[in-house]
Nanobody, 124 residues
């Protein structure tokens, strides 16, 4: 069974930085395209960033371009999201997601496996 476990969330001030991590429990992680999504109560899950299985292709939501960076360490089976210049509107539960070795996607429905999420709260 695929398990994805996020960590690194917390309460920060506007302008601060955070690094989120997502650890997978399977070696197949190296062949998965990965994504980060975020969700606030009462709203749909929004795309944040995605990274191809080979690490060569990235995609970002317009709201985070230039501030967030997605990366991966296949040896550690870990996905990262480096978040800089955080804003109050970045407050959400952040989930990592995985799909097979196919192109990156910003559609939540196209991801097969999901983590439980980590809360990020940015105070202004």
């Amino acid at each position: 069974q695929v398990q994805l476990v996020e960590s690194g969330g917390g309460l920060v001030q506007a302008g601060d930085s955070l690094r989120l991590s997502c650890v997978a429990n399977q070696r197949a992680f190296a062949s998965w395209t990965m994504g980060w999504f975020r969700q606030v109560p009462g709203k749909e899950r929004d795309f944040v960033a995605a990274l191809s299985w080979y690490g060569g292709t990235t995609q970002y939501a317009d709201a985070v371009k230039g501030r967030f960076t997605i990366s991966r360490d296949n040896n550690k089976k870990t996905l990262y999201l480096d978040m800089n210049s955080l804003k109050s509107e970045d407050t959400a539960v952040y989930h990592c997601a995985a799909r097979g070795p196919i192109p990156v996607s910003d559609q939540a429905a196209e991801y097969n496996w999901w983590g439980q999420g980590t809360q990020v709260t940015v105070s202004s």
